[in-house]
């Protein structure tokens, strides 16, 4: 039996939403984040070193990563539909996507993220500082680079429902992470109207929905 290492809040809930297109059985097991951290439990960790998730069992093999774990559910249970043949033309977009949404577009997210932090939990004798520091850096690099990264987003889904080919793929799911929590958090807006659409699309999928229940709490879910 497959299993999902799941933590709420968190990129585990796009692997649920995935077993749920493919109609698998699984068993979840559920990990609830530390509530003044916000970190993973230590127990995660007996499940894989790094005590990150997701994490899934699947006949005695142990994967990590999402992108992985997405490829994998998509070879071993997809039929073919969720992802693109290996020699196939569509193949290497479908694997630049898989590459890019943890590669390229969650780091400049996570920063974003790590100084907005920064600024509002620095000690109270230093706060006026690192609000400074935090406001350069964004300023001068980060929101840039996020910008950059939706503008080509949004341009890339203009004429196109999903990211390869015309039907949904295990790379729409994997891209749908970082693009939930840049929407939740402001900075999509409303002009890249492409981007809207596609989250749009992805939380209107009946599977979401399942994965949505059965996954507990999640700060990127819709209306959020």
């Given amino acids: ?14 692997i ?51 992108g ?37 577009l969650m780091p400049p997210l996570l920063l974003k993220l790590v100084f907005d932090q920064v600024e509002t939990k620095s000690p109270f004798l230093i706060r006026p500082l690192a609000k400074g520091i935090s406001g350069q850096v ?17 341009n890339h889904l203009k004429d196109r429902n999903w990211f390869v080919g015309e039907r949904i793929s295990a790379a729409d799911v994997h891209m749908s992470f970082p693009l939930e929590a840049a ?9 890249r109207s492409s981007i809207n659409a596609f989250v749009d699309r992805c939380h209107a999928r009946p599977a979401y929905l399942r994965a949505l229940e059965k996954g507990g709490p999640y700060d990127y879910g819709p209306g959020k």
Avoid: C
């Avoid at 698998?24 to 509530?35: G, S």
């Avoid at 964004?138 to 987003?153: E, G, S, V, W």
């Fill in 16 to 66: 649920l939403w995935m077993l749920e297109e493919l109609g698998v059985d699984y068993t979840l097991k559920i990990y609830k984040r530390n509530p003044e951290t916000r970190l993973a439990p230590p127990e995660l960790a007996k499940v894989h070193p790094l005590g990150k998730s997701p994490v899934i069992t699947d006949d005695g093999r142990t994967i990590a990563e999402s």
């Fill in 1 to 14: 039996m497959l299993t999902v290492h799941h933590l709420e809040h968190s990129r585990s809930q796009r």
């Fill in 68 to 104: 992985t774990i997405l490829e994998y559910l998509a070879r071993t249970h997809g039929k073919g539909r969720w992802a693109p043949a290996m020699k196939s033309d569509a193949y290497w977009d479908f694997h630049y996507w898989m590459q890019y949404a943890e590669g390229s």
């Fill in 183 to 191: 929407k939740a958090r402001g900075l999509v807006g409303d002009q």
């Fill in 138 to 154: 964004n300023k001068a690099f980060i929101k840039p680079q996020i910008r950059t990264h939706l503008d080509f987003i949004d």
